[in-house]
């Protein structure tokens, strides 16, 4: 029996990569997209061929309609198994305050993290149509209440949490189920480039008093992959260390 594939954008570092693992824990082999960092995705590779996964990395830039494109077909040229999760963790921040903020920051966050999660979620849904599956996105606590600082940012992953809602509904038909995590402060690389005066206030407000560790994000995403959460569609599940409770 081929174990079954899953496809982690974002898989190069932090919270992708964390997926990445947990989900070659679980049993699955793994499509690995990342942007630039083919050295990062080396990396995610070791890691999910240590916990006996196959792992296939692939340069794709989520923001290019080709490139997505092109990176289902190369998905359905190499693998002999059934797509049954996807999960979309490729993301960046441009912050700034919106008074001064350039349309280039705004539009760049906007195109990645939000056009790019649409594009993703096209193409997977036409992958998964016949056999269903479970898609999940990485939201965060900045798209369930706007963060000063992050008009873009938010405004992304507020798009992305109504996706989430209006996928859901879209595709229960098809057996797919749509879901996400809206982590709070994560230590990646993402949050250590942060400031460090920044960090050390953010995260006096998180009630657990720490960031959470990239796997734990990943467990959640485990969760709602695998068919332990399949009366579960539609959610954004807080990973935030009670930052929004
Ligand atoms: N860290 C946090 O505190 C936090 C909190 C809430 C939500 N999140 C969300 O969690 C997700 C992962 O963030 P992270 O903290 O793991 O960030 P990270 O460590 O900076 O990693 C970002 C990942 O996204 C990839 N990426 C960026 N732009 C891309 C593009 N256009 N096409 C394809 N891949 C692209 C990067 O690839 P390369 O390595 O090739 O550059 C990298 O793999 C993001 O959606 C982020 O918004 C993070």
Redesign the pocket.
């Known amino acids: 029996m081929s174990r079954p594939i899953a496809l982690v954008?974002?898989?190069?570092?932090?919270?992708?990569r964390a997926a990445a693992s947990a989900l070659a824990d679980a049993g699955y082999d793994v499509v690995g997209?990342?942007?630039?960092?083919a050295s990062?995705?080396a990396t995610t590779g070791e890691a999910v061929m240590v916990r006996g996964g196959r792992f296939i990395a692939r340069q794709?830039?989520?923001?290019n309609e080709d490139e997505v494109r092109a990176g289902f077909r190369a998905l359905r040229k190499t693998v002999d198994a059934p797509l049954r999760a996807v999960v979309c963790?490729?993301?960046?921040?441009r912050d700034g305050l919106a008074g001064t903020m350039s349309s280039d920051a705004f539009d760049s966050v906007i195109s990645?993290?939000l056009r790019?999660t649409f594009l993703v979620c096209r193409e997977a849904i036409k992958a998964m149509r016949r056999e269903g599956g479970s898609i999940v996105l990485?939201?965060?606590?900045?798209g369930v209440s706007g963060q000063a600082g992050q008009a873009n940012y938010s405004a992304s992953?507020g798009g992305v949490n109504a996706i989430t809602q209006a996928l859901a509904k879209e595709t229960a038909r098809l057996g797919i189920r749509v879901n996400a995590v809206a982590?709070?402060?994560?230590e990646?690389?993402?949050?250590t480039s942060m400031d460090p005066s920044a960090r050390a206030h953010v995260t006096e407000l998180v009630p657990l008093g720490r960031?959470a560790a990239?796997a734990e994000v990943a467990a959640a995403i485990r969760f709602l992959a695998e068919d332990t959460s399949s009366y579960i569609t539609g959610q954004i599940l807080a990973v935030d260390g009670g930052l929004t409770a």
């Open positions: 954008t974002g898989a190069s570092r932090g919270i992708g997209w990342y942007r630039a960092d990062a995705s794709v830039d989520v923001a963790a490729a993301g960046i921040t990645t993290n790019g990485v939201s965060s606590v900045a992953k982590p709070g402060y994560t990646t690389d993402m949050y960031p990239a």
